[in-house]
């Protein structure tokens, strides 16, 4: 198994400066906000994977039975989803995307999480129901798969129109390329 380079983020509101992602109403006090913006990269996360995987050595760990996710999932404090949903008071509440390896460039890697969740906010996207136990020994489906090497991870991206809303038709297509 390799290692990882999870990446933790949070939002708060530009108009009050108040936290977003937490609301003590809501079951484990996820805003409608941070359920969104979970479904954002959860949806995202299979196209946009070259850009948190983004070297060959990236998947020699992202397969079964290695201690990392390979499917687009989420749970509460839950180590076993590629999305972790860290309930806390307003300023500690936080998701965890799982499954950035350690040779990631980190500018891209924020961008990923951050951007795919904000399009999730901005999309309103639902997230699955959560993963509740061991994700590892569960099955998901197709569309939540993780691509399995770097050259499919790049052809799902070059093919992604979320991807290309986000980051430019021209640094898509370099980067897909560039893998």
Not at 11 to 27: C, I, M, N
Not at 160 to 176: I, M, Q, T
């Amino acid at each position: 198994p390799g290692q990882s380079g999870h990446v933790h983020t949070s939002l708060k509101r530009k108009a009050d400066g108040k936290a977003a992602f937490h609301d003590p109403s809501k079951p484990h006090n996820m805003s409608d906000e941070m359920r969104w913006y979970v479904g954002g990269q959860q949806k995202l996360m299979p196209e946009l994977l070259a850009m948190v995987a983004s070297t060959v050595n990236s998947y020699s760990r992202l397969i079964p039975g290695f201690w990392a996710p390979t499917a687009a999932t989420w749970g509460v404090e839950n180590r076993t989803t590629a999305l972790r949903v860290i309930p806390g008071g307003p300023y500690s509440q936080r998701v965890e995307y799982r499954i950035a390896a350690a040779d990631i460039n980190p500018y891209l890697a924020i961008a990923v999480a951050l951007g795919s969740g904000l399009y999730g906010i901005e999309n309103k996207i639902e997230p699955d129901p959560m993963v509740e136990g061991n994700a590892y020994d569960k099955k998901f489906p197709k569309s939540r798969s993780l691509p399995r090497t770097l050259t499919e991870a790049s052809e799902w991206l070059e093919k992604s129109k979320a991807g290309r809303a986000l980051f430019g038709d021209a640094f898509v297509e370099h980067y897909a390329a560039s893998r």
